[in-house]
């Protein structure tokens, strides 16, 4: 735990602001050290001091990077805002509301918002910020967490009438409750997880004691995501209301589950599925010193124009056979080549979602399985190979793990004929989700019945 991890200075404080929302919304991996960013046009360069399990992460410098890796300056708030705007509205299609002229962008927000002195596009609640900033140990933290959570949280929880989940997630949650724990542990006042360990069993004695409740409540304990909103990233962010008026309308997301504090279930690894109908796949088969014929197939297709555009993996050979290697070696995902009739046509790696980054993206069920396909072979592209092989693996799958209950691909937005193939083999969009270097669309497989 750090003490004093924010840096004294406004200019580094609303920076993190923007930057703490930034990784949150595009659900980039944080770890206490150095941290190397691409935001729209910037590259940016930040001193991780706190890593926040509820994402409150504080920073020591952030500088904007020349092209060879040096720091020109620190990074100004309006700078990465224009960046975090571009970077939006790039990660999303060119119809999506984010693009459209009368939505505003972040930079409307931003001029609008300096005279204010403002910079969070989605401030936090000045009472909870006030809590936050004075409370002073751990003992004064766990009373005001005790008469929070009786006068506070439980009239609200008592009386949700299911109309919305996400919204009073967001409100209690998100937005609440896990705002305070997480100035508290940056400020190093007391432990985040001593909190949260503390919050999840006054939860957890609300639903022992109002059984019309526990489902809420079991589902905040258990769920591997919680609701939050985005106001940085997502197609349907605006800036501007219908009257022309500056107003951010943010959009919902989900983000990791810090109240989740036991291990996932532990699950198998990733099953291998019987394709049928002509179909055949096999692991990918390393050999030699320089990976074999199976390593180097592979690589020739992630060097193909069509599939190096959207999967950006056209890597040296040497890189190619060490990333399979390390596939084959654990049990988050196993790389296959895909044969149609006797020939060899494409790559798939499957995967658990579970130990995947997309666990932390949307409510899983923790034997959801994965799916990433390219069809290398350029003569096998347009004539609907790619929908009936995803077909054919999403079938595969559920049979091959009955107790899977969805087989899910991420898509990028801007890959229009994969969005489509994956629809016409039964897919269905089920979100919209940002990673680290793209916009997802979240296809769902879901197994008949579910």
């Known amino acids: 735990m750090s003490q004093g991890a924010d840096l004294v200075g406004r ?40 890593d926040s399990p509820t994402g409150a992460h504080g920073f020591g410098s952030i ?40 939505s505003g962008t972040l930079v409307d927000w931003l001029l609008d918002a300096l005279p204010r002195r403002e910079v969070d596009p989605l401030p936090l609640r000045d009472d909870l910020v006030a809590v936050g900033r004075q409370l002073s140990n751990a003992a004064e933290a766990q009373r005001w967490l005790t008469r929070h959570v009786e ?28 705002v305070v724990i997480g100035l508290l542990g940056r400020r190093g006042v007391v432990h985040e997880e001593y909190l949260l360990a503390e919050l999840a069993k006054r939860l957890g004695g609300i639903a022992e004691q109002h059984s019309q409740v526990a489902g809420l409540v079991e589902r905040w304990l258990t ?8 106001a940085l990233n997502g197609s349907g962010l605006r800036y501007r209301d219908e009257s022309g008026a500056v107003r951010v309308r943010p959009v919902r997301f989900e983000r990791r589950n810090p109240l989740r504090l036991d291990d996932p279930a532990e699950v198998p690894g990733v099953p291998l599925p019987e394709l049928g109908e002509g179909w055949a796949l096999r692991p990918v088969a390393i050999t030699g010193e320089d990976g074999g014929p199976d390593v180097a197939l592979v690589h020739r297709w992630m060097n193909r124009e069509h599939v190096a555009v959207n999967w950006n993996q056209d ?48 409510p899983h069920a923790p034997h959801d399985l994965g799916a990433h396909i390219a069809i290398g072979e350029p003569d096998a592209i347009g004539k609907g ?36 193939a994956f629809g016409k083999a039964g897919f269905v969009q089920a979100a919209e989700v940002g990673l680290p270097n793209k916009n997802s669309a979240l296809m769902v497989f879901a197994r008949p019945g579910e």
């Open 315 to 362: 890597w040296p050979l040497e890189r190619w056979r060490d990333e399979l290697a390390t596939q084959l070696a654990g049990e988050h995902s196993v790389p296959c080549v895909v044969a149609r009739d006797g020939r060899d046509i494409g790559y798939l790696e499957l995967y658990r979602v579970q130990r995947d980054k997309l666990a932390r993206c949307y």
């Open 223 to 230: 769920g591997p995501t919680l609701t939050d909103l985005a």
């Open 11 to 50: 200019q580094h404080q609303r920076a993190s602001v923007l930057l703490r929302r930034w990784l949150a919304e595009t659900h980039t991996p944080v770890a206490e050290g150095p941290l190397r960013l691409t935001i729209g046009p910037l590259s940016l360069h930040a001193d991780v001091v706190y």
């Open 63 to 102: 500088g904007v990077l020349d092209d060879e890796g040096r720091t020109l300056v620190s990074a100004d708030p309006a700078l990465l805002a224009a960046a975090c705007s571009a970077d939006a509205r790039a990660r999303s299609r060119a119809e999506a509301p984010i693009n459209r002229p009368e």
């Open 151 to 178: 006068e506070r949280m439980l009239p609200e929880v008592l009386a949700f009438d299911g109309a919305d989940r996400d919204e009073l997630t967001a409100r209690l949650l998100t937005r609440g409750v896990l």
């Open 385 to 420: 190979v790619g929908s009936e092989l995803l077909g054919a693996v999403a079938r595969g799958l559920l049979a091959a793990d009955p107790a899977c209950r969805n087989v899910v691909a991420e898509p990028n937005v801007h890959n229009g004929a994969s969005v489509g």
